[in-house]
């Protein structure tokens, strides 16, 4: 195996974060030969699915639930275990992680306790320079290669623009300090922002013995469940869809919104009826923006909105007295005991990298980020990178995971981003020339310019076209397009005649990362022998939870027939 990498560079990297997607980094590129080392600040590996008191740390709640059901939340070539729930907790999650590091042998590699406190740049060398600082307070200086910034795109939290915030008398807390649903007791809570953070939250505080909780909000919202039509809801996508709606999208892309818009909100208004004329997804609120919105999935938010037992309300302009808010729509809310502030986080990479690295640096844009709103600028929360993952100027040896999000999975989807970094950085696929990365990057940053003028997004760094998602796996060596869904490849034809039952599980069936470690292309990421009974396995548990919920619901028509007397 070559000591050299893409660009004659050597093959010791640096990883930094041993979270879901660092976890990944460190197992994909020790398998492809490199020198590995990880770096982690905290005293455990899984990042924020391990749930901590600590008021520093971002993290889950204890008791939150994914949103991701476990066949789409897997490693490609690590199921999670067969007695895990559809949908597991985060303290399962965080013990996949643990199982999946002992299974590959990781944790060699990772030098838990250990914080970055600088990164800088040797030109002359074509090294990077990284200092840590172990617990006992030692410092060590390290030389490497090649760099994996791994810490994700949610650092620093991001307050609510309210004036007057600061003047009031009750408790400020952003969610990633709010670790204590318990001390909320007997107190009226204000919430800002809807999304996943706050569904989860206003869950805790309700279970906690909140007396009543306001939801505020200045958007309209979709809120989906985790089972529709009797699947996961991640199972209701398959991909087929997914070839159909790319080619829609690229021929007619208003079209392909409007249809998917359709969709979703139809999906919610036949499993949430009662919220198609709720007050929170209709009236004077701003519309979310139909090229970049994320559904938020809770199974409780809308029966509590429904009840009452939490009141949508509209967003806050100024506090006005020591416990009161002004709204938009001019309501006063009196006696608010805490405000938690949902209002996520953003990146920030200036603490560690030198300006020449950070790819958030207006200064390295080519109009300095002058065309985004304010805000945008301010909090750093748009990368500039190639395919929203390599750095623009240093391609070869630098490289950040986390800021490009592609539905439904995000530990998946890295964990394909990292096989087919693996391959570019290991010199298996020809890289892509500076002019070409410069104007990908280039094209991403005008159409998100352009998306803007249409309101806010929910994450800068969505990529939910099948071009994207087609190039991932071209540059991984997965295969998977050229053995499903594409007439015009010799092995698609051979999988469909020779395998036909198994092809059309592919196209029609759960979107299994295990697809991706299924077929031997001759390069690329290593296969995996027990990737198609993994498939087998996540299509027949979408079998049994069907036909358990066809069965729930013919028993409940039953029941309701009984009730009305139709039935003696």
């Keep these: 195996m070559s000591a050299r990498g893409s660009n004659g560079l050597g093959k010791s990297i640096c990883v930094i974060g041993a979270g879901a997607f660092g976890l990944t980094a460190v197992k994909n590129f020790v398998e492809e030969g490199f020198e590995v080392t990880c770096f982690e600040r905290n005293s455990y590996i899984g990042g924020l699915w391990h749930s901590t008191l600590d008021p520093t740390q971002t993290s889950t709640l204890i008791g939150t639930v994914s949103n991701v059901s476990k066949h789409l939340a897997a490693y490609s070539d690590f199921p999670l275990p067969d007695d895990y729930p559809l949908y597991p907790s985060a303290k399962q999650i965080q013990d996949y992680f643990e199982l999946y ?55 620093k939290p991001r307050l609510p623009d309210v004036a007057g915030l600061n003047d009031f008398e009750g408790e400020v807390v952003h969610s990633q300090n709010f670790k204590n649903p318990s001390q909320y007791a007997g107190q009226t809570v204000l919430v800002i922002g809807a999304g996943a953070t706050s569904a989860d939250s206003i869950g805790h505080l309700l279970d906690a013995g909140a007396v009543k909780v306001y939801l505020s909000h200045r958007r309209k919202f979709v809120v989906l469940p985790r089972i529709l039509r009797g699947k996961a809801l991640d199972h209701n996508v398959n991909i087929r869809l997914a070839i159909i709606g790319g080619f829609i999208g690229r021929v007619m892309p208003k079209v392909m919104l409007k249809l998917r818009s359709k969709m979703i909100e139809g999906w919610q208004n036949e499993v949430f009826p009662g919220l198609k004329d709720h007050p929170a997804l209709t009236g004077a609120r701003l519309s979310g923006n139909p090229e970049n919105s994320i559904p938020l999935i809770s199974d409780h938010l809308p029966d509590l909105l429904l009840s009452g037992k939490v009141e949508s309300v509209q967003g806050i302009t100024h506090i006005t007295g020591p416990n009161s808010v002004l709204l938009t729509d001019g309501t006063t809310l009196d006696n608010i005991d805490a405000i938690i502030c949902c209002t996520g986080a953003h990146v920030d990479f200036s603490a560690l990298l030198p300006p020449s690295a950070d790819p958030t640096n207006p200064f390295l844009a080519p109009d300095g980020f002058a065309a985004l709103p304010s805000h945008y600028r301010d909090t750093g929360r748009v990368p500039l990178l190639y395919r929203g993952i390599i750095s623009l100027q240093y391609p070869h040896s630098l490289a950040f ?17 990292i096989m087919g970094l693996a391959q570019l950085w290991g010199g298996k696929f020809p890289f892509p020339s500076q002019t070409e990365m410069q104007s990908e990057a280039d094209s991403f940053y005008a159409s998100l310019i352009s998306t803007l003028k249409n309101g806010e997004i929910a994450h800068a760094g969505i990529r939910s076209d099948l071009a994207f998602s087609r190039w991932l796996h071209e540059v991984a060596g997965t295969g998977l397009f050229e053995h499903v869904g594409s007439w015009t490849s010799w092995r698609c034809w051979k999988l469909w005649w020779s395998d036909r039952k198994f092809y059309k599980m592919l196209l029609d069936g759960v979107m299994s990362p295990h697809a991706w470690r299924l077929f031997d292309m001759g390069r690329g990421r290593k296969v995996w022998s027990g990737a198609r009974e993994a498939v087998e396995k996540a299509n027949a548990d979408m079998r049994v939870l069907e036909e358990r919920e066809r069965q729930r619901l013919q028993d409940a028509k039953y029941m309701e027939r009984v009730r009305e007397g139709k039935i003696g």
Excluded: C
Excluded at 111 to 133: A, F, G, H
Excluded at 401 to 417: A, R
């Design 101 to 155: 590091a002992e299974h590959f042998n990781l944790n060699k590699y990772v030098q838990l306790s250990t914080s970055v406190i600088s990164i800088t740049r040797d030109d002359e060398q074509r090294r990077w320079i990284v200092t840590t600082k172990s617990s006992d307070g030692r410092s060590v200086t390290h030389m490497f290669d090649r760099l994996i910034m791994a810490t994700g795109s949610l650092s």
């Design 401 to 417: 995971l986390g800021h490009t999000l592609v539905l439904p999975g995000s530990t998946s989807v890295n964990d394909l981003i």
